[in-house]
C-alpha cells in the first residue's frame, strides 16, 4: 500500500520558519506532480503550492513571498519551506502526491501539525 510520509511540523512564534518534507515510505514509488494543502480547525482544506515533475511551482495567494516549495528528485522529496509564520498559519498540513504520469490519482499523507503561537 502506497504511503506518503511528512515530516517537519512543530510549534513556532509568529516570524518563525518551519521546513516540511514529504516523501513515500521504503521510498518505492517516485514522486512526480506534488502538494501541500492545509486545514485549519474548522476550516476547509485549503491548497497551500503545488510543483509539477519539472519544478514549475504555483502558490495560493496568501502564502506568495513568504511559502516556497521544491522538490529533491535524488531524495524523492517535495518540501515546503514556510517563513514568516502568523497564527493563521496555523494547520494541519498535508502533501498530496502523483506518483504515476498515466494515472490521475494522487495520495495524501496523514498531516503534520503546524502551530504558530507566541
Known amino acids: 500500500q502506497v504511503q506518503l510520509v511528512e515530516s517537519g511540523g512543530g510549534s513556532v512564534q509568529p516570524g518563525g520558519s518551519l521546513r516540511l518534507s514529504c516523501t513515500t515510505a521504503g521510498r518505492l514509488f517516485r514522486i512526480y506532480d506534488g502538494a501541500w494543502y492545509r486545514q485549519a480547525p474548522g476550516k476547509q482544506r485549503e ?23 521544491s522538490r ?10 514556510m517563513n514568516n509564520l502568523q497564527p493563521d498559519d496555523t494547520a494541519v498540513y498535508y502533501c498530496n502526491a ?17 502551530t504558530v503561537s507566541s
Open 98 to 114: 502523483n506518483l504515476n504520469p498515466r494515472a490521475p490519482k494522487t495520495y495524501w499523507g496523514q498531516g503534520t501539525q503546524v
Open 72 to 81: 529533491d528528485d535524488a531524495k524523492n522529496t517535495v518540501n515546503l519551506q
Open 47 to 69: 491548497l497551500v503550492a503545488t510543483i509539477t515533475s519539472v519544478g514549475i511551482t504555483n502558490y495560493a495567494d496568501p502564502m506568495k513571498g513568504r511559502f516556497t516549495i
